[in-house]
């Protein structure tokens, strides 16, 4: 029998925010402002624009109901006039008054997440395969690796992934299945690469559970539908900064941005982290932030 850790992950949930810096710089906040904070994670980008001036407040939302207690928790200093929260999917939010003087987001998942036992983010612990961010949900990563046929997982795995080794890695997981925890699943799928490719600075399970994340919660269809809703929420002048991490989310976010008509793109290129905050946060180096404003 495969044993998992237990324990409760709500109490490590402290995220280090990524290019703090720039976003805030961007956002051009100013005194009196209603800012929404579409990814609260554990509440270190919203600290910073409540630290802004006494007057900004915030709406934080999150799938996670665990960031949004460790959020709760971490901002908890702060009165519900200056800011409130909401669990959900960032693409279903309605704001139920005024429009936004700024906007951001911070997508993917978070080192909490990444670093808990529990999850299944990673396979660098045992964990069950679940990866869902909202654990209401039904469909989990269990379901897809030992439930949908082989055609669909090789599919996944290039589209969300970009594996080329995809058909070969989902006819060994089709052959093996049923798989309990991410390491069994991560074992196996090194064992479809050469062993030279096995060792390198890149696990050989990482662009599969990259793409079975996006999966599970629909990630790049919530970025679409959030580009497309977002600007209507922002005031003329409103800024919206949008922080990615793969390939596939800084695309979308590059030509919402762009084919947007009330948008005005602020970054030709995208904003990366400087030297200095990838040696104190390495996970940080792949970090691409964009900005738009919303125009009338």
Known sequence: MIKFNNSTDTNRFVHVPVLSRELIEGLQIAPGGHYLDATVGGGGHTRLLLETFPDVMVTALDRDGLA????????????T???QFWQGNFADYQPNFGKFDGIIADLGVSSPQLDGSLRGFSFRHCAPLDMRMDQRQSLSAAEIVNHWDEKS???????YGEERLSRRIARKIVDERPFQSTTDL??????????????GKIHPATRVFQALRIVVNGELQALEKFLHVAPHWLKIGGIIGIISFHSLEDRLVKQGFRNSLILQNLTKKPIIPQADEIEHNPR???????FAQRID
């Not at 949004?68 to 009165?79: D, R, V």
């Not at 196996?188 to 690469?193: E, L, M, P, Q, R």
């Not at 940080?284 to 964009?290: I, N, P, Q, V």
Request: net charge positive; proline share 2%.
């Open 153 to 159: 997982l090789a599919d996944i795995f290039y589209q």
């Open 186 to 199: 991560a074992y196996a799928i090194a064992g479809c690469f050469p062993r030279q490719y096995r060792y």
């Open 284 to 290: 940080s180096r792949s970090a691409k932030l964009r």
């Open 81 to 83: 006039e200056r800011l």
């Open 68 to 79: 949004i207690a460790a959020a709760t928790s971490f901002l908890q200093e702060y009165n």
